[in-house]
Nanobody, 114 residues
Framework: ELQLVESGGGMVQPGGSLRLSCTTS????????MAWVRQGPGKGPEWVSN????????DYADAVDGRFTISRDNTRNTLYLQMNSLKPEDTALYYC???????WGQGTLVTVSS
């Protein structure tokens, strides 16, 4: 069974940093673009960022551009999201998503609070 497993979430103060990871298995990771999507409390899903198969092309939502960096390691079948200068409005469950949106991980919770 295909797996996407996020980790790295937690509680951090405003201005802090976290690095999320998404380890994948049972599909050819290097053949798929990947994305991060988040869902804040009481909100719908919000696209955060995506990356192409080779990692050379990335896109970001305006809300995170300049603060978050998406990357991938195709040798480790792992997707990353480096989050800096975190704000309370970044509080959300963060999901790793396979490119077409057909498979999602279970999510990792990020809480930004003082």
């Amino acid at each position: 069974e295909l797996q996407l497993v996020e980790s790295g979430g937690g509680m951090v103060q405003p201005g802090g940093s976290l690095r999320l990871s998404c380890t994948t298995s049972r599909f050819t990771f290097s053949s798929y673009g990947m994305a991060w999507v988040r869902q804040g409390p009481g909100k719908g899903p919000e696209w955060v960022s995506n990356i192409d198969t080779g990692g050379g092309t990335t896109d970001y939502a305006d809300a995170v551009d300049g603060r978050f960096t998406i990357s991938r390691d195709n040798t480790r079948n792992t997707l990353y999201l480096q989050m800096n200068s975190l704000k309370p409005e970044d509080t959300a469950l963060y999901y790793c998503v396979r490119g077409p949106g057909d498979f999602w991980g279970q999510g990792t919770l990020v809480t930004v609070s003082s």
